[in-house]
């Protein structure tokens, strides 16, 4: 299935992650990204760098938004 130029099936498994870290990470309020570069690492296979890569991406908006809402 193609949405909006993405292949549904190749960004689900990223959307899982980031759901179950996130998860955690409001239960518990820390440990997201702990969570999301083993799971990408080990699950996935994806290379540890480029799952540190996308871990800080993701991060820097997720910050950004705490921000802007305790502004």
Known sequence: MDIGGFDLGSILPFIGIG???????GALGMAFGV????LMVGVLGIPPAVASQRVHLVE?????TSGISHL
């Open 35 to 38: 969570i999301s570069s083993t």
């Open 60 to 64: 820097c908006f997720t910050t950004a």
């Open 19 to 25: 759901f179950a870290a996130q998860l955690v990470d």
